[in-house]
């Protein structure tokens, strides 16, 4: 009797590979352009997001020393009012707008954190688009129920 196992290195049927433009596929075939498209705008999102949150980080770093050069340096007891418990740091969405609104470095810092705290939670966002692009409901309702779980996790977690 003849080994009937399928071959892993055959490939796909020719039922499922496509023979040009209009041609018949398999439904579960998904068109490689928009799988490549959804990857470019996923990965766009997240050097975006991460560039973004980095810049801001910086140029709040650079802003708060400029205004204080003391804390330049590094040594004695000069840097102590930024790390001290006491020290004013934006930790609400009302701080962190009045310390953008004074210019205050901690307020880019803040800003740049927030930037890359939502920059995964955008990264689902554009999944579920992409997965709905696809045409690929499964995938989209888990995705969608991983971004509610995310941003859910939001106001549960404050404390």
């Not at 196992?5 to 041609?23: F, K």
């Not at 068109?31 to 560039?51: C, N, P, T």
């Not at 140029?59 to 040594?75: D, N, Q």
């Amino acid at each position: 009797m003849p080994d009937m196992t399928p071959d892993p290195l055959a490939g796909p049927p020719p039922e499922l590979v496509a023979r040009g433009r209009g041609a018949p596929r398999h439904p579960r075939v998904v068109d490689d352009e928009k799988v490549r498209q959804s990857e470019l705008a996923i990965s766009l999102v997240l050097r975006v997001g991460v560039s973004l949150a980095v810049a801001l980080a910086l140029a709040g770093l650079g802003l708060t020393f400029a205004r204080h050069p003391g804390y330049v340096r590094l040594s004695g007891s000069s840097y102590h009012p930024l790390t001290e418990l006491g020290s004013h740091f934006p930790h609400t969405i009302g701080q962190l707008g009045h310390a953008l609104a004074i210019g205050d470095g901690r307020g880019l810092i803040g800003l740049g954190l927030l930037v890359l705290i939502a920059t995964p939670v955008l990264r689902v966002a554009v999944a579920v688009l992409t997965f709905a692009y696809e045409k690929d409901p499964p995938m989209t309702i888990v995705t969608l129920f991983v971004l509610a779980v995310l941003v859910g996790s939001f106001f549960v977690g404050g404390g």
